[in-house]
T-cell receptor, first 106, second 117 residues
Framework: KNEVEQSPQNLTAQEGEFITINCSYSVGISALHWLQQHPGGGIVSLFM???GKKKHGRLIATINIQEKHSSLHITASHPRDSAVYICAVNGNQFYFGTGTSLTVIP | KAGVTQTPRYLIKTRGQQVTLSCSPI?????VSWYQQTPGQGLQFLFEYFSETQRNKGNFPGRFSGRQFSNSRSEMNVSTLELGDSALYLC????????????????FGPGTRLTVT
């Protein structure tokens, strides 16, 4: 049983495309996090959400608490966005999705 | 402000040995969490330490243990290493405790890549 489900697992996009990654969870949470992991392992926190919507540059994250669902959108995608994006939820511990591997082709 | 540091960055051990990994959190952060990442299982929560006490623990055997010192630095120990323990071990620090009423952003270290042969 996975507490956090992410889709798609793999995504290839052309530069400039609008990208959406989805995350559903089944546990009670205090917050949901979107993380970015580049080859080599380093993880960066992109967003922490407990309600509504947040925007940083070309990245937008939304969460619907009632539906237990979140989306990460990337507008005008760029090759430097190529990375693994991981959804994680903050309950009494951290539960992670399996990640979405994004490749943006120039 | 310096980020989260982990030492060593790479480690090769033999089955049956034990290993200790170290994590230094961001100054002022009192929570340190440990995670294991493998290609098969992805990221999994090991445990969290806050104010020198283990607050939460994931589903790992007792061979995995840790501790936190008064300066918030944390160590993780794995005894009787198995081939399946080969993984990237990440720690993350935050101002407050996981699972509380207030959520805190996690700051991840670069990880320690452990290879068990």
């Amino acid at each position: 049983k996975n507490e956090v489900e992410q889709s798609p697992q793999n995504l290839t996009a052309q530069e400039g495309e609008f990208i959406t990654i989805n995350c559903s969870y089944s546990v009670g949470i205090s917050a949901l996090h979107w993380l970015q992991q580049h080859p080599g392992g380093g993880i960066v926190s992109l967003f922490m959400l407990s309600s509504g919507k947040k925007k940083h540059g070309r990245l937008i994250a939304t969460i619907n608490i009632q539906e237990k669902h979140s989306s990460l959108h990337i507008t005008a995608s760029h090759p430097r966005d190529s990375a693994v994006y991981i959804c994680a939820v903050n309950g009494n511990q951290f539960y992670f999705g399996t990640g979405t591997s994004l490749t943006v082709i120039p | 402000k310096a980020g989260v540091t982990q030492t060593p960055r790479y480690l090769i051990k033999t089955r049956g040995q034990q290993v200790t990994l170290s994590c230094s959190p961001i100054s002022g952060h009192r929570s340190v969490s440990w995670y294991q990442q493998t290609p098969g299982q992805g990221l999994q929560f090991l445990f969290e330490y806050f104010s020198e006490t283990q607050r939460n623990k994931g589903n790992f055997p007792g061979r995995f243990s840790g501790r936190q010192f008064s300066n918030s630095r944390s160590e993780m120990n794995v005894s009787t290493l198995e081939l399946g323990d080969s993984a990237l071990y990440l720690c993350a620090s935050s101002l407050g405790q996981l699972g509380g009423l207030t959520s805190y952003e996690q700051y991840f270290g670069p990880g320690t890549r452990l290879t068990v042969t």
